[in-house]
């Protein structure tokens, strides 16, 4: 079982960017599935996540609706969508995978904003 994730890059401040997490080995709609992102000197932190419900769950400091999650079904991928980015959302962020108890985590991919 894995997650990968990917779509990251540099980005201008007020800009968007989608990020994918291709899950394999498991079916990602039938789990709790999750964003987080990690900042260099700091702990990694949840962003929002989607239960195997399609509840979004959003995480303290991230209820503003900036950010939202969302599920392909037929790719077994879950999206980040990020919007109005400044750079203190400059980050890696990594998809995480509770599969009934077992944790996985993605590689993470790197978000830089920046003019």
């Known amino acids: 079982m894995q997650v990968v994730e990917s779509g990251g890059g540099l980005v201008q401040p007020g800009g968007s960017l989608r990020l994918s997490c291709a899950a394999s080995g498991f079916t990602a709609s039938d789990n709790l599935m999750q964003w987080f992102r990690q900042v260099p000197g700091n702990e990694r932190e949840p962003v929002v996540g989607l239960d195997s419900m399609n509840s979004m769950l959003h995480y303290k400091g991230f209820t503003g609706g900036r950010f939202t999650v969302s599920r392909d079904n037929a790719k077994n991928t879950v999206y980040l969508q990020m919007n109005s980015l400044t750079p203190e959302d400059t980050a890696v962020y990594y998809c995480?995978?509770?599969?009934?108890?077992?944790?996985?985590w993605g590689k993470g991919t790197r978000v830089t904003v920046s003019s």
């Open positions: 995480r995978a509770n599969i009934r108890g077992t944790v996985v």
